[in-house]
């Protein structure tokens, strides 16, 4: 069983910056491809990026993409998000997932199997 507890949302203002972290236990997690989701209030959870489980490979939602990097340190088994130029629509609770895998990144909430239990990111404008 894999625990994620993710860190590092709060308020910040529209054009600035955040990184998220997300922390696991486990004894393995270099095995274990990576993704984060957001929800915003009502509405659903939604894809933001994923990473396979050497880091080699990293995908982004169109909404994201040049603005987000999603990285990983499997050594102190941790998996981030770092979100520059953040825009009011950014505005969710963010959520790390991960699943075993020594294959490609996942893009689908339902190929995860372990979750965080998520982080607020406000972004004013």
């Known amino acids: 069983q894999v625990q994620l507890v993710e860190s590092g949302g709060g308020l910040v203002q529209a054009g600035g910056s955040l990184r998220l972290s997300c922390t696991a236990s486990?004894?393995?997690?270099?095995?274990?491809?990576m993704g984060w989701f957001r929800q915003a209030p009502g509405k659903e959870r939604e894809f933001v990026a994923a990473i396979d489980w050497s880091g080699g490979s990293a995908y982004y939602a169109d909404s994201v993409k040049g603005r987000f990097t999603i990285s990983r340190h499997n050594s102190k088994k941790a998996v981030y998000l770092q979100m520059n130029s953040l825009k009011p629509e950014d505005t969710a609770v963010y959520y790390c997932?991960?699943?075993?895998?020594?294959?490609?990144?996942?893009?689908?909430?339902?190929?995860?199997?372990?979750w965080g239990q998520g982080t607020q990111v406000t972004v004013s404008s």
């Open positions: 997932a991960g699943r075993r895998s020594l294959g490609r990144y996942y893009l689908s909430e339902y190929e995860y199997d372990f």
């Open positions: 486990g004894r393995i997690f270099s095995n274990y491809a």
